[in-house]
T-cell receptor
């Protein structure tokens, strides 16, 4: 079975401070990992996928297969980063492309 | 082009009634997914359509839930004999084969 765990339900940081959202997963094969973000009153949208290895809006995430983690980081948080963040896993193969989501972390960036 | 659209945006129904939720995927996307977002359960996969293959129904919570996709495009999620625990936001997503999924705005279902 595949599982995604986001241990923090809420992260509150001040503008300009670093922010790190934790994500751990369990999956027996080689998963694809994603971070999705949902801003207030907007639809869920992709932020990052691990195979792209790119930085979006200053966020980066590195897949650590040894620790089965895919933590999301940003060195200097901005107020516009306040949103709900979901880590998600896709098993691929016979499981298809369906996503298993973590419980989400709400980020609040204070001025 | 337009993104994924869903209708209605809000639906209030009485316990025991049937409801139909509609999803219009991005044109050309071969894969279509339904998810449910609720306070108690978070974001859960429901069902997945890929081209002409048999759908993956492994996430449907009960036989009251069903979905179909006509002509490889529009999809309808039907919930029969709704229960209060069915109250949630139902999200639809589409993608090109196994590429990134694009989500719709959701339908908020309230069962009284």
């Amino acid at each position: 079975a595949q599982r995604v765990t986001q241990p923090e339900k809420l992260l509150s940081v001040f503008k300009g401070a670093p922010v790190e959202l934790k994500c751990n997963y369990s999956y027996s094969g080689s998963p694809e990992l994603f971070w999705y973000v949902q801003y207030s009153r907007q639809r869920l949208q992709l932020l990052l996928r691990h195979i792209s290895r790119e930085s979006i809006k200053g966020f980066t995430a590195d897949l650590n297969k040894g620790e089965t983690s895919f933590h999301l980081k940003k060195p200097f948080a901005q107020e516009e980063d306040s949103a709900m963040y979901y880590c998600a896993l896709s098993g691929g193969g016979a499981a298809g492309n369906k996503l298993t989501f973590g419980g989400g972390t709400r980020v609040l960036v204070k001025p | 082009g337009a993104g994924v659209s869903q209708s209605p945006s809000n639906k209030v129904t009485e316990k025991g009634k049937d409801v139909e939720l509609r999803c219009d995927p991005i044109s050309g996307h071969t894969a279509l997914y339904w998810y449910r977002q609720s306070l108690g359960q978070g974001l859960e996969f429901l069902i997945y359509f890929q081209g002409n293959s048999a759908p993956d129904k492994s996430g449907l919570p009960s036989d009251r839930f069903s979905a179909e996709r006509t002509g490889g495009s529009v999809s309808t999620l039907t919930i029969q004999r709704t229960q209060q625990e069915d109250s949630a936001v139902y999200l639809c997503a589409s993608s090109l084969a196994r590429s990134v999924q694009f989500f719709g705005p959701g339908t908020r279902l309230t069962v009284l």
